[in-house]
């Protein structure tokens, strides 16, 4: 079994920058990539950043040099820098974890990012 811990969500102002940590647990062996995801009501769940396991990173063009995914391999923790955030990046932000082992994609329980004056 995969757990995947998000943290860092919160209320910001437009403009202003959060920090999302997402950390996994549990069975973990070889890690294809891990990632962010978020979802509006209404929308389908999008894709923010992935990095694999290499140091691979693909970004959405919406994010335009405004966020930065990292990881820390070692202790399975991936990370999201978010700054100048505009109220559309309002959304549950969604931790995913792709297992090499068996192709699984894992999916933490999401964490509310509200950007508003």
């Known amino acids: 079994q995969v757990q995947l811990v998000e943290s860092g969500g919160g209320l910001v102002q437009p403009g202003g920058s959060l920090r999302l940590s997402c950390a996994a647990s549990?069975?973990?062996?070889?890690?294809?990539?891990m990632g962010w995801y978020r979802q509006t009501p209404g929308k389908q769940r999008e894709l923010v950043a992935t990095i694999t396991s290499g140091g691979m990173i693909n970004y959405a063009d919406f994010v335009k040099g405004r966020f930065t995914i990292s990881r820390n391999n070692a202790k399975n923790t991936v990370y999201l820098q978010m700054n100048s955030l505009k109220p559309e990046d309002t959304a549950v932000y969604y931790c995913n974890l792709q297992a090499d082992w068996d192709l699984r994609n894992y999916w933490g329980q999401g964490t509310q990012v509200t950007v508003s004056s």
């Open positions: 549990g069975s973990i062996y070889m890690i294809n990539g």
